[in-house]
């Protein structure tokens, strides 16, 4: 498996073998280390005794099917634990870029748009009923995040419209 830290991105190589109920545990090019628990696994407290006789506490803050939150010696770290093949994907897909909407109007979920209460160059006020999106027979009133201007209107009044669909665009 491969081990990686949220916080550094730090990548680290993990073995483990499961013998009797212990496991031996290398990390990268190290010696393998035995660790024995001494309680039920998976539970939020897991204590565990190293092959030296050191006893290591870790508590096990949230899981979410890949990354652990554990906290160690009051410090809190998330780990994500992968396959080699899943760590390959990983490496290979594209980062999703990050893209600034905050001077954009964007439909909330599919639907037809149904009212646009604004033109382009006009001034409203953050809170402003701008556009009205119609879906699953509701109306999902659609307000200016913020005070400025129109610069864009993108869609009509009648246009179906998908879910993150831009729609108007402010100065």
């Given amino acids: 498996a491969v081990v990686s830290t949220q916080s550094t991105g730090e990548r680290t190589e993990v073995g483990v073998a499961v013998k009797d109920g212990e496991f031996s545990v290398s990390l990268g090019e190290s010696d ?66 990050i893209i600034d909407t905050s001077n954009l109007i964007l439909s909330p979920m ?12 006009d001034e409203v006020l953050e ?22 201007k129109i610069k864009k209107i993108y869609a009509k009044v009648g246009d179906v419209v998908d879910g993150d669909q831009k729609i108007m665009e402010f100065h």
């Fill in 32 to 97: 393998p280390v035995t660790v024995t628990p001494t309680g039920a696994l998976f539970e939020p407290l897991q204590k565990f005794i190293l092959g030296d006789g050191r006893r290591v506490t870790l508590q096990q803050l949230e899981f979410n099917g890949v990354t652990h939150s554990i906290r160690y010696r009051c410090c809190k770290k998330e780990l994500t634990v992968l396959t080699p093949l899943q760590q390959h994907f990983m490496d290979v897909m594209p980062e999703k870029p």
């Fill in 127 to 148: 809170g402003t009923e701008v556009a009205v999106v119609v879906a699953m027979k509701m109306n999902n009133s659609l307000k200016a995040p913020k005070s400025g």
């Fill in 110 to 121: 599919p639907g037809s748009l149904s009212v646009i209460s604004v033109s382009e160059g």
